[in-house]
Structure formats: C-alpha cells, structure tokens
C-alpha cells in the first residue's frame, strides 16, 4: 500500500490532459513536461508545474528517459503516468522509475518485457493455451523456414516485427514474387541466416542477415473484425474485463472508429474472450489496466494478437458504457487498492479520432494550424481534446489532435448522436477525416443492416475506392468571425518553468492588435484552386508526398525496378507511405537516402524510364 500524492505525466496532448484532470478530480498535485513546441498546449497549461524537456524531436523531450526521471526527482513526483505511445511500453524505463523509488502506474517493467515484442506475446499465449494466430513463434531464420510454412498453409502469409505495431513492419507476401522481394531487401546476399532472439540484433552465418531474424511469419488473416478486451487486474489477483471493443475501421492497420461493446459477436465468443484475456493476465501476474486483442474471422474463429500494457487510445468508450474511470482504476491499483466495484453496463459508445490526416490524399498526415475550430455538444457527447484554437501541429508527433466520443442508450441512438456531432464539427487550417465518418454511419455494412461485415480491410478495400473526397462536399457551414481581445496572454519559461504573462493587447509591440480569426476557405477549395502536387518530374525525379523522414531506399543505384515496385519508404506522425516506381525503368540517383527528412516536394530519386 502507498499513497500517491503528485504525478508526473510523460506525455503530451490529449492522454497528457486527460490523466491530468483525473489526477485533479482525485487532489493528486500534477507535473508535466513538455516539448519546446507544446509550451503553450491545454495540458501544460492545466498541470500544477510544467517544466521544459529542451528540445523539439521525440528522442529529444519525450522519449528522453533521463530527462524526464530527473524533473520527477526535481520536483517531487512519488508516480508516473506514461500515458500511451512514447516510453509507455519501455520496459527499461518502467524499471528505472521503479528503482527509483517512484511509482509506475502501468504493469511491472517484467511483465513490459514478458509481452515486449509480438514473438515473447504468441509464446505466453500458446503457454496458457490461447491460440495465436497460426505461424511461427521464433524468428526467421532462413528462407527455407517461410518456404516450408507457405507450403503447408499456401499463399499469402505476412512477416512481422516482432518489435512492429500500429501498422508499421509488416509485408504481406501473396506470391512467390513478394518472397523473393522480402528477402532480396532483408538480406544482403544468398544463403541461410541463423535464428537470432527477437530481442537481439540479427546474426547470420554468411554475413547474409540484415534484420531478418526481427521478423516471425503467420497465416495472413484476410478477412477479420479487430476486437479487443478492456482488461484490469489488482495486486490482490482480482481480474475484471471493462468491456469488449471493435476497433475494424482501420487505415493501413491503425484505428480510426472503435466502438464498445463490440457488437454483433456471434455465439460464444463474449465468453471465450473473457476467458483468454483472464488467461492472459493471470500468466505473467499482470497487474493495471490492459487490453487484450483478437483477429475475428466470419467463421468465429479467434486468434490471439497481442497484448497492449497500457492504456489504449480508445478507453474512453469502454468508460462510458462500463461507468468507470480506467486512469482513477490505474492510479488505485499503483496504490495496491482493489478494483473498483463495477457498475452495471450501460448503452453503446462510439469513438471518432481527429486526426490530422487528408481523406483527398489518401489520408496522408497534413501539420498545420487550427485556425478555428467548432467541437460538437449536446447529449452524450464528451470531447478529448489536445490542442486549441491557433495551435499548430506538429509533424514530429501523433497526427491526433482530439477524439470525439458519442453514447446513447444503445447502438442505435449513438449512430444517431454521432451523425449529430459529426455534422456540427467544423475546423479551419487542417484537413480531418470527418467528412470520411460522416458517410461511414450511413454504410449498410457499419450499422449492420444485412449484419455487420466490416473487416480491419473494408475502408481501404471496400469503402474508400467508391467515395470521392477530392472535391468539397457536405462541409460544415464556415464559421463567424471573432473580434479582437482586449488583452493578450504569453506562455513564458522562466528558469526552466513554465509560466503565464497576461499583458493589454499591443502592450509589447505599440500599434499592433490581436487579429481577429476570420472564415477562411476549406483545405479542399485550396488545394483544387493550386491543383495537384506533381508527384515525378519530367527529368524521372520522384517526389515526396508529404513532410516525414525516408525509413527505408529498397532499391539501389543501377537497380531496374517495374511499375510498381517499392522504392522508398517514408514515416510521418507514426503512419508509413510507401512511394512505388511510377514506371519501369533503372535508378539512377538516390536523392534522399534512408534516414533523410524530407519536406512535400522535396526529391526523392530518380528513375531513367525503359524506353518501350
């Protein structure tokens, strides 16, 4: 037992605010730290202290554990919230806070380490009799292993990360084309690697290995819902499962709606969820808040994917139909409390995330700023919000800048809500996916009118190629414009806090008043009025799409790739775009090698065009 008194938030945006006002609630003194960029950001602003992490990348401020430790030991913080994303999953960090005497609201750094990467996951869950996806539990160590695979469970199958989420590191092999493509960019040669453990670098026999012994291989599920358990289990081995969720809207494996609890199961499946999440968190004495998650095939088939110990970005909807706060349930069980007496379920809640993402561009990441904004109200709606009016985003970070989350009596009445609340957003300055949701709650296939048959594939398969966002339609109606404020408030950093300064308007520049925000044309009548960006030049140079850093250059100079063949791969806001050879032809320059930060625009490499 331990009683917490200030907590430190590592974190930013929307999680950061929001573990903040449950501290609060609960009067826990609240600390946070923050990027040079967010020192103006709601959640720096609402915290007790906020304190400057000195500098402007990830690696920098919140991925900086020293750092972050240090103003915890600074400023007297007995716990830390990590929050989702950043070190919320690192198991060395937990570890380190631990050790230091600090509480770590999460579960334990050796339960971290224990479902660390996807291949320490399948083998716990094949231990307590939960059934992976089927594949492989160990890396690859050869060619010949995935052959051997494939030819018992046929084409396609997919090689995996083992330290992969949110979409990234995974190639989905349909042929014996895309075997002989991953393994021509995995290794560097001919020949047999040895397996190496998941959690160290690679090693091979021949000097042939680059990474691939980071990689497992697994049945490709092609038609599945994404469903999941919210989970919590106390020191005194109390379990509870909050409520199921179907996250299936999904854009290059990254959730956009999720919604709980997840409906239309068949028979049977509710009650051997439950059961393989107990399983779960009983096998490695997890204990906090978790989620479970699960591939569901049309058969009613199940297969274990992993298990998220954290927080996820979807809680809120589990706390609204489940009636209870999943940070308060945390922060109780770092205390050694028990769970909380639950409540009984209540209604359908649905989860929309706003991100700064363009459905006119293949829901490519847009940084910008919020020029102005008009959140929903009304019953049933609660807003997580990151940012406010003028904010910018920043490209170095998550593209979610808020979720919206709508409850009605059941599932009916919050796909009603939700077309409410969608329909009275409106933002200036960036683009969002709304329009996007807005025609999602009236597909057939969403609100389950002949069954619900959405699959974590459906919006890229299904839904996007029959809808055009290309062109304005069915925004929101522009918004009034503001006058100018008497005054003017500054975010300040005195001694490394940070600090308010209310001053009248002009006070430090004589002659210069607040601009008043005035309706600004929507993104997509910009965009159409400038035209389209031109993606490869006349001389063969492709260009990058959008601002992100190049993770990846699979071709090399001389190299002839055909249409269609990957040849770089860029990283943004934690969404991968892959860029692929407009036209068969040979490399002739590299302009951007991996590792490069690249602006829209900016020159990848270029290809000289096979002459027909």
Known sequence: MRTINRILVANRGEIALRVIRTAIDMQIGTVAVYADQDIAAPFAHEADEAWGLDGTTAEETYLN???????????????????????SENADFASAVEDAGIAWIGPSGDVIDAL???????????ACGVDPVPGISDPVGSRAEVEGFISTHGYPV??????????????VLRDAGDLDLFFARHTSGAGDTTPA???DAPTSTDGVAQDLGHYFVERFVQVARHVETQCARDALGNFRVVSTR??????????????????????????RLLDSSRRLFEAVGYIGVGTCEFLLEPDGSVWFLEVNPRLQVEHPVSEEVAGVDLVREQIRIAEGLPLSVPAPHRGHSFE?????????????????????VRWPAGPGIRLELGLAEGDEVEGAFDSMIAKIVVTGCDREEALARSRRALGEFAIEGVATPVPLYRDILDEPAFI???GFTVSTKWLENHFLPTHDYAVD???????????SSPRQTYVIELDGRRMTLTIPSGLLAPGVQTRPAQPLRSQRQERAAAGPREAVRSDGTLTSPMQGIVVQVPAEVGARVDEGDLVAVLEAMKMEKYIQAPFSGTIMEVLAPQGTSVSAGDPLLRIEKEQA
Request: with cysteine; aromatic share 4%.
């Open 65 to 87: 554990a020293e750092a972050i430790l240090s103003v915890a030991l600074e400023t007297g913080a007995d716990a830390i919230h990590p929050g989702y994303g950043f070190l």
């Open 116 to 126: 660390g990467d996807k291949i320490r996951a399948r083998r716990v869950a094949e």
């Open 158 to 171: 997919v090689l995996k990360r083992a330290d992969g989420g949110g979409g990234r590191g995974i190639s």
């Open 197 to 199: 453990d998941s959690s």
């Open 246 to 271: 179907d996250c299936s809207v999904q854009r290059r494996n990254q959730k956009l709606i999720e919604e709980a609890p997840a409906p239309f199961l068949p028979e049977g499946v509710h009650d």
């Open 352 to 372: 929309f995330r706003i991100t700064c993402e363009d459905p006119a561009r293949e829901l490519m990441p847009v940084p910008g700023r919020v020029e102005r």
């Open 448 to 450: 389950g009118a002949d």
């Open 473 to 483: 339609e069915g925004e929101a109606p522009g918004l009034p414009a503001l006058p």
